[in-house]
Nanobody, 122 residues
């Protein structure tokens, strides 16, 4: 059983910074891609940033130059460092792990976290 647990969300003023952390628990053999998604009230869940097992990254245009995604494969953890936050960055941030292979279940599966709220005040 794999669980993703996010932390680091909260309330911050515009221009401030936050660092989100997502740790995958379980007996994990490998994870392909890990990412962060954001869902604002009344809107769909959109990709914020993605990082591959080889550390290639992809960002939404709206966060390029302000957010940095990184991962620690030994800890099965992904981070999202957010700077120069704007009110439009407000939303629930979800962590995702794609292509997770565990010792118990060799077939690859995808997992999502429960989400952490980020609120940026103007």
């Amino acid at each position: 059983q794999v669980q993703l647990v996010e932390s680091g969300g909260g309330l911050v003023q515009a221009g401030g910074s936050l660092r989100l952390t997502c740790a995958a628990s379980g007996i994990i053999f490998s994870i392909d891609d890990m990412g962060w998604y954001r869902q604002a009230p009344g809107k769909q869940r959109d990709l914020v940033a993605l990082i591959t097992s080889g550390n290639s990254t992809n960002y939404a245009d709206s966060v390029k130059g302000r957010f940095t995604i990184s991962r620690n494969n030994a800890k099965n953890t992904v981070y999202l460092q957010m700077h120069s936050l704007k009110p439009e960055d407000t939303g629930v941030y979800y962590c995702a792990a794609f292509g997770v292979r565990t010792i118990a279940t060799w077939a690859k599966r995808d997992y999502w976290g429960q989400g952490t709220q980020v609120t940026v005040s103007s």
